[in-house]
């Protein structure tokens, strides 16, 4: 059973900086999409970044486009989620998830496995 751990959350403020991670065990990310997701309260998980293990291609949510960069690592079977110019709307849970979803990576419901979840907080 793989099982991921996410790190690398916390508080920042606005303009700032943060790197989060997410490292599996069990199993490796070798044929998976690994991606972000992020929840705040009251509202529906949503999507942030992917990247496919194979190749390495990357989607990033429009909401985030030129601020957060997803990356893999495969030495340390880990993926990485660089975000720069932190608003206050970024505060959430960051989630990173693994699955095989093709070209649905946008949709929670895709992904097989999650983490539990990291806290970003971005103050005004």
């Known amino acids: 059973q793989v099982q991921l751990v996410e790190s690398g959350g916390g508080l920042v403020q606005a303009g700032g900086s943060l790197r989060l991670s997410c490292a599996a065990s069990?199993?490796?990310?070798?044929?998976?999409?690994v991606a972000w997701f992020r929840q705040s309260p009251g509202k529906e998980r949503e999507f942030a970044a992917a990247?496919?293990?194979?190749?390495?291609?990357?989607y990033t949510a429009d909401s985030v486009k030129g601020r957060f960069t997803i990356s893999r690592d495969s030495a340390k079977n880990s993926v990485s989620l660089e975000m720069i110019s932190l608003k206050p709307e970024d505060s959430a849970v960051y989630y990173c998830?693994?699955?095989?979803?093709?070209?649905?990576?946008?949709?929670?419901?895709?992904?097989?496995?999650w983490g539990q979840g990291t806290q970003v907080t971005v103050s005004s």
């Open positions: 990247i496919r293990w194979n190749g390495g291609s990357t």
């Open positions: 069990g199993g490796t990310f070798t044929t998976a999409t």
């Open positions: 998830a693994a699955g095989r979803p093709d070209t649905l990576y946008y949709i929670p419901s895709k992904y097989v496995f």
